[in-house]
């Protein structure tokens, strides 16, 4: 509630542009560097995955083709 307070007599720009320019220059490297692990996260595992149904299917051609 106070918060609402605190920005009910204050300008539209400075609601909509001066604080979130402010929380991006104080939290951006934070940000980035979240935005940077998931990003990195999900590379591996879409790697992970290929490689293990590459796996899969390099098992399943020659385990058909040497008559196991």
């Not at 979130?20 to 595992?45: D, E, R, T």
């Amino acid at each position: 509630m106070a918060v609402r307070e605190i920005f009910a007599g204050m300008p539209w720009w400075v609601k909509w542009i001066a604080v979130p320019v402010i929380a991006i220059v104080v939290f951006g490297g934070l940000i980035a560097s979240v935005v940077a692990f998931v990003v990195g996260l999900l590379f591996k595992i879409l790697i992970f995955v290929i490689l293990v149904g590459g796996l899969v299917f390099l098992v399943r051609k020659f385990m058909s083709s040497s008559g196991w």
